[in-house]
């Protein structure tokens, strides 16, 4: 049973609009919550992260968004540009320092 | 700067064969991870370490097997590769209490 999920496979922006990235969770337990970005044929790298005890955090043009209750959290990207074109992972953690991962969704930015 | 480095980038092997996967970090990280990635299935954790010669089983270990000898260096074995082993595997470190983890760029492994 995925306890983190991303139900996008795939989304496609115009470049210099809004991209946002959707994530839901099952498990209360979860704490914290991170985006990384991955290229093709490469690791992927952390991007941005949110405690659970905001319900907000920026660094740039991304921001992320918690809603606990819900149990959801968004990426928004703005504006998008081309090279924001990857593949976005949400993963959760319950503090044990073991990252629960979703499926992924693929980004892409179209000129 | 934060560096994991893999051994191979992509590797082909046949079924039955005995796989060795390296990953080495420089940043004197405590933690060290191993997943696989398939599409649609995200990332799922094999085996983890949290100290030299520690190792707690993931989510999938059933087939693979892990050594940590030193604290930079953690490898990841396959016992007798079979083909649903086919995938890209990704090492990970993290240091101490922190829970961002640093990703090396993977290895494309086939078994055919």
């Known amino acids: 049973d995925q306890q983190v999920k991303q139900n996008s496979p795939s989304l496609s922006v115009q470049e210099g609009r809004i991209s946002i990235l959707n994530c839901d969770y099952t498990?209360?337990?979860?704490?914290?919550f991170l985006w990384y970005k991955k290229y093709p044929a490469e690791g992927p790298t952390f991007l941005i992260s949110?405690?659970?005890i905001k319900d907000k955090n920026e660094d740039g043009r991304f921001t992320v968004f918690l809603n606990k209750s819900a149990k959801h959290l968004s990426l928004h990207i703005v504006p998008s540009q081309p090279g924001d074109s990857a593949v976005y992972f949400c993963a959760a953690t319950d503090s044990n320092y073991q990252l629960i991962w979703g499926a992924g969704t693929k980004l892409i930015i179209k000129p | 700067d934060v560096k994991v480095t893999q051994s191979s980038r992509y590797l082909v092997k046949r079924t039955g064969e005995k796989v060795f996967l390296e990953c080495v970090q420089d940043m004197d990280h405590e933690n060290m991870f191993w997943y696989r990635q398939d599409p649609g299935l995200g990332l799922r954790l094999i085996y983890f370490?949290?100290?030299?010669?520690?190792?707690e089983k993931g989510d999938i270990p059933e087939g693979y097997s892990v050594s940590r000898e030193k604290k930079e260096r953690f490898s990841l074995i396959l016992e007798s590769a079979s083909t649903n082993q086919t995938s890209m595997y990704l090492c990970?470190?993290?240091?101490?209490?922190?829970?961002?983890?640093?990703f090396g760029p993977g290895t494309r492994l086939t078994v055919t």
């Open positions: 990970a470190s993290s240091k101490g209490v922190k829970i961002e983890q640093y």
């Open positions: 370490s949290y100290d030299v010669k520690m190792k």
């Open positions: 949110i405690s659970s």
């Open positions: 498990n209360s337990m979860f704490d914290y």
